[in-house]
């Protein structure tokens, strides 16, 4: 159980194009969510809190009209890359935490990753 | 920024036990200690976390010292599955929603 779901795996698009990344609680229910951005052989970066009904809270540096984020309901989130360009290639991660109580799981939830490549 | 302190890599034997240092010397009284591994391109996954007593799963068993100041991840017998970074993570409280800030992690491989 506690299982978050990420699609899509990877994507590849065109400079200027959009690309959405979908982040899915399947089995519970998620008021909030995370997305962390990861360049190669770097740790995790948070980028921004995704909260479910009311506007996400961006990390310091993270361009809000460039990465949008949307969390119209408790299962589903999704960051929208906005004019991609070459240099937001990265794997792209989303969290979250299910409710206190659940058996073997008192930590966050991480999706698969989505590695964006820009060309 | 992460409060914890880890060596950058590490080597194991296949069937040792491998033991993943932390140093999280400024750690609060409400701070626990979670670890995550992150195998090459997938998403972290969680291994363990403790508050001040030991702990263990049927993953890994998670040692902390007295003054709470370090802890060591042990994994006891370690597989060539088992090559990741290993994240040592310090965050308050048990429960709520305030997110994860990871480190650098510990590069732990795992060599047959």
């Known amino acids: 159980g506690a299982v978050v779901s990420q699609h899509p795996s990877r994507v590849i698009c065109k400079s200027g194009t959009s690309v959405k990344i979908e982040c899915r609680s399947l089995d519970f229910q998620a008021t909030t969510m995370f997305w962390y951005r990861q360049f190669p052989k770097k740790s995790l970066m948070l980028m921004a809190t995704s909260n479910e009904g009311s506007k996400a809270t961006y990390e310091q540096g993270v361009e809000k009209d460039k990465f949008l984020i949307n969390h119209a309901s408790l299962t589903l989130s999704t960051l929208t890359v906005t004019s991609a360009h070459p240099e937001d290639s990265s794997f792209y991660i989303c969290s979250a935490r299910p409710p206190s109580g659940r058996a073997n799981n008192y930590g966050y939830t991480f999706g698969s990753g989505t590695r964006l490549t820009v060309v | 920024d992460a409060k914890t302190t880890q060596p950058p890599s590490m080597d194991c034997a296949e069937g040792r036990a491998a033991n993943l240092p932390c140093n999280h010397s400024?750690?609060?009284?409400?701070?626990?200690v979670y670890w995550y591994r992150q195998i090459h391109s997938q998403g972290p996954q969680y291994i363990i976390h403790g508050l001040k007593n030991n702990e263990t799963n049927e993953m890994a068993s998670l040692i902390i010292t007295e003054d709470r100041k370090s802890s060591t991840l042990i994994l006891p017998h370690a597989t060539l599955r088992d090559t990741a970074v290993y994240y040592c993570i310090v965050r308050v409280g048990n429960s709520g929603n305030t997110p994860l800030v990871f480190g650098k992690g510990t590069r732990l491989s795992v060599i047959a």
């Open positions: 400024t750690i609060s009284g409400n701070e626990y």
